[in-house]
């Protein structure tokens, strides 16, 4: 449809001349329907006229996170203590630009979490007599595709977690909850009652208004030029109007808070850059029910609202538009970009396809504004790895006033407790590294996040913009192999590798349907093959991860273990030992050339670090931790660092190559002359080795998957020749390439927990079956030792369970797979949810690990025992169907060989 005809039918009546209104104004002047409520609009607090010398926190930002930040600092009796400090006035940010749309329930469970937090905040401020405009009109997401179905399906599973209310609806039932909705197209959707929107020009002020009176003092008009510090704290702020000496700092500046984090030496790394973001306004549309609910239709990347008469809609295009590419054309205060109707269109088109009487609305404006996202979509939020005391929330991508109160709760909780109100990673900002804050690669990738919004939440979705950037030496010679590649803190990691033909019939994997077969050969036009799962069904890649995990079970395997982070410490004495004891759960103090497994423990004996330590040395240590905790160990290290003790990242300095398989022993024989039978080289050791014809490489007897094998950590100089040479030798075993799903199946069928997807920082080794691992028995003290030796003597609140789901009732050709965040059932009553999944092909079934907890009728978690798991009916909800399990403590008993199933079986029914 041509953009000349979409706007015709949005201005089609000559509207009488008047000065425009910008959008806040129209939200600024909604009509306060409550007599008893308060506009803080109406009745401001005196902000103060000068700037105090000191102040416990010092925030920076006065819209509505920065002031919820204050208020709840205030709340906790920091009030006095508290600076808020703002460049223009208090909601003069990017609040102005907000739509002020509360979506509570989302496809992430941390972020509903959060606003489910922001929501009871602004009833609070109701109760307390201020106006928010909370209207609660619910939200409708409409469906178009079988898939968007499928996601609403687990969204309505979820909502159990969080006691949300909500269901799927029909076609006829989209109509009747709103007529406005053309449906013809539509497959469904789905309804969330409690869903609503509010003012958040007006919650900023109430927020502050509450701040003030409890003491905080705002100071508007003043900006932040530099963050002091000393000895890696916060100890001062320079402003525009003076220095304040503070213990911390918190960067809550919008799209402003990267410049922010370059205030202070070392900067902080705050990735996130601003994209253009647009919103439709009409003039007031006759008849247009004031309780019209929000429309979603994320298949057109569209919304649409009701506001004050008129509509106001808008969406999140599949390619951005980056604003600002050059940070010296950041504007000082709020400013409105020019708008862009060309880029525009395709969400125009949308919008009057899917709300056919807007076409007769009269177009009042398109507002264009700066909203910032981050690098992978998710917010920034947490303290610095780079200072103490320095706290970030940004990124929050237009999610402004739907998780403001939320994240003001869990940044207050995280500076006045020390730690958030449940563990954050997937929103951390120590998930990034400083790759993720280049200006380039920001403005590449950023075009492609906005739409994360409303794309389908796939299992194992990958961006196509920043790629390759951190690789290992063997990258080509993998890329040759036919390696498909995943990102994990920008490395590139090979997760399978694509078939050219089937070959495991063992495992009754009988051929490649059309969607395998295409996704095997993916990647082959493209200068970077990237590994796409894009379905709630059985993966594309599933032959492929069943080729490589058979060859790991039963021959030898090669997987390319590079991202791992990898950690070297040092002393000149005993220093460093005793430091790795402090922090340690597990006793470090081994034979020099033994591996331990160990947990990091906070003081609440959860994980802060899951680690393998090798002791290369009596004053040397060397630790494997997962890719993702790269940032977040280190900073964990290094802030309990002793002077005397030496920590340096090595990630980037080695090739980490595993040979794994019960052929690993026979393959390395070919590879050095070194004896390596088991009393040469037991279990669990580490040796320098001479590896073919490369010297003294670092070589260890495990693998992180339970499998026989061997670790190789090879400076890079060799990794090409070490490569080669194990290529060469493991011919004659019929070595293959195994890629991460194959791996991570591996490991979850031996019911192994893994940090940031099982375990967290509000896991303990007495939750997850890993008491073992403690050095409880002995009388060395270590940070957490307190607190688990309290859940040894009283017990533990929750259990890591193993979830066998029958093959009879889960076809896995035929159903939808569990992905991760399922609900857990015992006796027909919520228990727990799922962590992480795979389908065992040892046992011929899908296999979930997960925490199962026994909860009381007004919700509150007990005191659990083994009997819970022993006794109970367990079921998962995977996309609103609950399929039986068997609920385990421990791993079932693995066949040495992956046989392949009857050939009456469930599983060779539909595989041609």
């Known amino acids: 449809m041509p953009r000349t005809f979409l706007l015709k039918c949005l201005t089609q009546v000559t509207a009488p001349h008047h000065s425009a209104r910008c959008m806040s104004t129209y939200i600024q002047a909604s009509i306060n329907s409550s007599r008893s409520l308060v506009n803080a609009s109406e009745n401001r607090r005196p902000t103060a006229k000068a700037l105090p010398s000191k102040a416990r926190v010092v925030i920076c930002g006065g819209g509505a996170q920065g002031a919820a930040i204050a208020y709840k600092l205030a709340e906790a009796g920091w009030g006095s203590d508290v600076l808020l400090i703002e460049q223009s006035e208090l909601g003069g940010g990017t609040t102005w630009h907000a739509t002020g749309l509360m979506g509570i329930l989302k496809p992430s469970p941390l972020e509903t979490r959060i606003a489910v937090m922001s929501r009871d905040l602004y009833l609070q401020l109701e109760e307390r007599g201020w106006y928010t405009g909370f209207k609660q009109c ?206 525009f269109n395709l969400l125009l088109e949308n919008l009057l396809h899917r709300v056919p009487t807007m076409k007769n609305a009269i177009l009042e404006r398109l507002s264009n504004g700066a909203e910032a996202f981050s690098p992978d979509g998710q917010w920034i939020l947490g303290q610095a790895p780079e200072l103490e005391n320095y706290y970030v929330a940004a990124g ?91 990102q994990v803190m920008g490395y590139e990691r090979p997760m399978f590798f694509k078939l050219k033909k089937p070959q495991s019939l063992d495992l009754g994997l009988l051929g490649l349907d059309a969607q395998e077969e295409a996704a095997s050969s993916q990647g082959e036009s493209l200068k970077l093959p990237i590994a796409k799962t894009e379905t709630f069904y059985r993966p594309p890649w599933f032959q492929a991860a069943a080729e490589e995990f058979q060859a790991s079970r039963e021959a030898v395997s090669l997987c390319d273990y590079s991202s791992f982070a990898k950690m070297d410490l040092w002393s000149g004495g005993r220093e460093v030992v005793d430091f790795m004891q402090k922090l340690c759960s597990n006793d470090v103090d081994i034979p020099v050339g033994h591996i331990v497994h160990t947990g990091m423990q906070n003081k609440w004996g959860g994980y802060e670090n899951d680690c393998s330590v090798a002791r290369l040395a009596e004053n040397r240590y060397m630790l494997m931790s997962p890719s993702i905790q790269q940032m977040r160990s280190y900073t964990w290290l290094r802030r309990h660092l002793p002077k005397e003790v030496v920590l340096q990242d090595v990630t980037s300095l080695y090739t980490a190559l595993c040979v794994m398989g019960p052929f690993s022993r026979a393959l390395m024989s070919r590879l050095t002359p070194d004896s390596l039978d088991s009393r040469s080289f037991p279990f669990f050791t580490t040796r320098f080795m001479d590896i073919a014809c490369a010297p003294d490489i670092l070589t260890m007897n495990m693998t992180h998957t339970g499998e026989l094998g061997y670790v190789f950590y090879i400076p890079n100089e060799f990794a090409i020749h070490v490569y080669d040479a194990i290529i060469e030798a493991g011919k004659e075993f019929g070595l293959k390439h195994c890629g991460y799903y194959a791996q991570r199946a591996v490991r979850i069928e031996k019911f192994y927990a893994f940090w940031g997807q099982d375990l967290d920082s509000y896991t303990t080794p007495m939750e997850c079956g890993r008491a073992f691992r403690c050095k409880m028995k002995s009388d060395i003290p270590f940070i957490g030792r307190e607190f688990l030796q309290d859940q040894l003597d009283n017990g533990v609140q929750k259990l890591f369970v193993m979830l066998l789901l029958d093959p009879v009732d889960h076809n896995t050709d035929l159903d939808p797979w569990p992905w991760g965040g399922e609900p857990i059932y015992r006796d027909d009553k919520f228990c727990g949810t799922v962590t992480t999944t795979s389908y065992g092909f040892s046992l011929g079934k899908q296999v979930c690990l997960g925490f199962v907890q026994d909860f009381s009728s007004n919700g509150e978690a007990g005191i659990i025992s083994q009997d819970f798991v022993k006794t109970g009916n367990f079921e998962v909800d995977i996309f609103g169907v609950r399929y039986p399990a068997q609920c385990r403590l421990n791993p079932p008993v693995l066949p040495k060989k992956v046989t392949r199933p009857d050939k009456h079986s469930h599983r060779n029914s539909n595989l041609v």
């Open 396 to 486: 929050m991508r237009s999610n402004g006033i739907a998780s403001a109160g939320g994240v003001g709760t869990v940044i207050a909780d995280w500076i006045v407790g020390g730690r958030p109100p449940f563990d954050m990673y997937g929103l951390d900002i120590a998930r990034c590294l400083g790759m993720h804050n280049n200006k380039r690669f920001l403005r590449d990738r950023v075009r492609e996040v906005p739409g994360m919004t409303f794309a389908l939440n796939y299992p194992h979705s990958e961006f196509s913009t920043g790629r390759a950037l951190r690789t290992s030496p063997i990258f080509p010679k993998l890329q040759l192999a036919g390696a498909q590649f995943g």
């Open 138 to 343: 619910g939200s409708l997401y409409v469906a178009k595709k079988k898939d968007r179905m499928y996601q609403y399906k687990k969204m309505v599973s979820c909502a159990v977690q969080h006691n949300i209310e909500c269901k799927i609806l029909t076609p006829d039932q989209v109509k009747q909850y709103c007529g406005l909705v053309r449906t013809e197209d539509l497959l469904g959707g789905l309804w969330i009652p409690g869903d609503g929107v509010a003012n958040p020009w007006e919650i900023c002020l109430a927020l502050g208004c509450e701040a003030i009176d409890k003491g905080v003092q705002v100071v508007e008009h003043c900006t932040v030029n530099a963050i002091k510090q000393e000895g890696g704290k916060v100890t001062a702020v320079e402003t525009s109007k003076g220095m304040v000496e503070c213990e911390y700092f918190v960067n809550s500046a919008g799209y402003w808070s990267r410049h922010v984090g370059e205030m202070s030496s070392p900067s902080v790394a705050v990735p996130i850059h601003p994209c253009e973001h647009y919103h439709l306004h009409t003039k007031p549309v006759p008849d247009l029910p004031p309780d019209t609910p929000v429309v979603r239709d994320p298949d057109g990347f569209v919304y649409f609202r009701e506001n004050e008469g008129r509509f106001l809609a808008g969406g999140f295009e599949p390619k951005a538009k980056p604003a600002y590419t050059d940070d010296d054309n950041l504007p000082e205060t709020r400013a409105e970009l020019s708008e862009d109707w060309d880029h």
